[in-house]
C-alpha cells in the first residue's frame, strides 16, 4: 500500500511521517505520472486558491477527476474535494459539499482540541485558519467528526475531508489508519 502526498504545498514531510507512523509507505507526488504509482493520495492543507492554480497548471485537476483514486484531503485539500466555497477558485469538485473557508478565523484564531472522530474515538485535533463544511448536498455523505456544531470531518464514498491537520498531532496517524481500512480498501 503506497500513499501518495501531493507535493505542491502545506504540511509535505508531516503527512509522510504520519503515513510511516501508520504503517504504510509514501510517495511525494510532485508531476501527475506520479500518481499512477500510489494506491490513494493525501492532499495537505496549504493555501487553497494557490493549490488549485497549481493544480491546474500542472495538470492534477483534470486527471483527479477522471481517477479512481481514493483521496484525503485535509484543510485545503477539504476544500479542493468539495464543489464550492462561494468564491471562484479551481476545484475538484469530488465531494457533495461546500465549504466555509477560514470558518474560525483568521491564523491568530487557529487552535487545537480533542474532538471524537467516527471510526477512531478521540483524536487530538489542530485547526489552522480551517474550513467547515456549510452543507452537505447528498445523503451520501457521512459526518465523521463535529465541533460543537460545525462539521469538521465528512466521508463520501472514495473521498474523505477534514477541516483538521492530523499529521500535525501525535496521534494523528489513526486518521492514515482509517482512511486505508475504511475507504481505501473498501
Not at 23 to 46: C, N, S
Amino acid at each position: 500500500m503506497i500513499i501518495g502526498v501531493l507535493g505542491i504545498q502545506g504540511a509535505i514531510e508531516e503527512h509522510e511521517e504520519a503515513i510511516k507512523k501508520a504503517g504504510y509507505e509514501t510517495k511525494r507526488v510532485r508531476f501527475v505520472e506520479d500518481l499512477k504509482d500510489i494506491d490513494a493520495l493525501i492532499i495537505p492543507g496549504g493555501e487553497s486558491t494557490t493549490m488549485g492554480k497549481l493544480m491546474v497548471k500542472y495538470g492534477f485537476i483534470d486527471a483527479l477527476k477522471n481517477s479512481d483514486l481514493p483521496i484525503l484531503g485535509t484543510c485545503a485539500g477539504m476544500v479542493l474535494l468539495s464543489k464550492g466555497t462561494g468564491k471562484e477558485q479551481p476545484l475538484l469538485g469530488l465531494m457533495n459539499i461546500t465549504i466555509k473557508r477560514n470558518a474560525y478565523g483568521s491564523q491568530r484564531e487557529s487552535f487545537e482540541k480533542d474532538l471524537e472522530m467516527k471510526g477512531i474515538g478521540k483524536i487530538h485535533a489542530v485547526f489552522i485558519r480551517a474550513p467547515v463544511v456549510d452543507r452537505i448536498l447528498s445523503d451520501d455523505v457521512e459526518i465523521l467528526a463535529m465541533d460543537d456544531d460545525k462539521i469538521v470531518g465528512v466521508r463520501e464514498g472514495k473521498y474523505m475531508g477534514l477541516s483538521f491537520h492530523p499529521e500535525l498531532s501525535e496521534d494523528g496517524y489513526k486518521v492514515y489508519k482509517y482512511f486505508v481500512e475504511n475507504v481505501v480498501k473498501k
